[in-house]
């Protein structure tokens, strides 16, 4: 059974950083993408970054040139960095797997296609 736990979440300053990290247990297979996703009370959950298996990775407009994801496939962890945090940055943070066979320009954002889900982390950014 596939695990996915957030951590890393808390309360920053605006341009702050944190680093979000997201443990995978269980086993995936096959060549799929990761992506972290965030979510704000009555808003819908928005894409924020994508990698995929071969590393390449995508991210939204609003975010692009803030945040790094990566991942370590030793430990079976997915970052996310954070830099020069914004207070439209406030939202749980959700980390997901999934987009089987697509890049992660495809899978940015499109939910649907994420199979395996975390419970989120809270990032709030004050100004």
């Known amino acids: 059974q596939v695990q996915l736990v957030e951590s890393g979440g808390g309360s920053v300053q605006a341009g702050g950083s944190l680093r979000l990290s997201c443990a995978a247990s269980?086993?995936?297979?096959?060549?799929?993408?990761m992506g972290w996703f965030r979510q704000s009370p009555g808003k819908e959950r928005e894409g924020v970054a994508a990698?995929?298996?071969?590393?390449?990775?995508n991210y939204a407009d609003s975010v692009k040139g803030r945040f790094t994801i990566s991942k370590d496939n030793a430990k079976n962890t997915l970052y996310l960095q954070m830099n020069s945090l914004k207070p439209e940055d406030t939202s749980m943070y959700y980390c997901?797997?999934?987009?089987?066979?697509?890049?992660?320009?495809?899978?940015?954002?499109?939910?649907?296609?994420?199979?395996?889900w975390g419970q989120g982390t809270q990032v709030t950014v004050s100004s």
């Open positions: 269980g086993s995936i297979y096959g060549r799929y993408c």
């Open positions: 997901a797997a999934g987009g089987w066979g697509m890049t992660a320009i495809q899978a940015l954002g499109v939910r649907d296609i994420f199979g395996y």
């Open positions: 990698i995929d298996s071969d590393g390449t990775t």
